[in-house]
């Protein structure tokens, strides 16, 4: 089992709870991301710069994460590909996206795509709140207790 990471958009916060967890259960985590990101020295910690472009690192990741593999993504559509590959996929918030809620998601992400461009202000995406770190903590170690051999 492997931690694939949308790394573009995750905030620093995430990327530190990953990277400890990678290295405390010694699972290999790859952030994937069109621009250079440092990463701490270690054997199972990884970064793959792919080219720019529009989803060239979400192509990426669909490409190599395998059944049961955990994919961290606020990007919705990713999380369905991934889903639908049989990966776990969960939001730097801490939402775990599921077959049962994934078209929901999508259906709402469309809505407000629509309300945008047509002018709608919706607002912005508050930042990451302590429940949200902790929150995405729980779900992490569900996955790591679940499928870590």
Not at 54 to 75: G, H, M, Q, S
Request: aromatic share 6%; net charge neutral; charged share 25%.
């Amino acid at each position: 089992m492997k931690i694939w990471v949308d790394a573009d958009a995750c905030p620093v916060v995430i990327k530190e709870i990953l990277f400890r967890a990678a290295e405390r259960k010694q699972i290999e985590l790859t952030l994937v991301a069109n621009h250079y990101l440092k990463t701490p020295p270690s054997k199972v910690i990884n970064f793959l710069q792919v080219g720019a472009g529009f989803d060239v690192a979400d192509d990426e990741i669909v490409k190599r994460a395998t059944p049961n593999d955990l994919v961290v993504t606020a990007d919705i559509p990713l999380a369905a590909e991934v889903i639908e590959k049989g990966c776990v996929a969960l939001n730097p918030r801490g939402e775990l996206y599921t077959a049962s809620n994934i078209k929901q998601r999508l259906n709402m992400r469309d809505f407000m795509d629509n309300l945008r461009s047509s002018g709608i202000e919706t607002g912005g995406v508050p930042p990451i709140s302590q429940a949200d770190r902790q929150a995405f903590a729980n779900n992490l170690d569900k996955w790591l207790v679940k499928f870590k051999p």
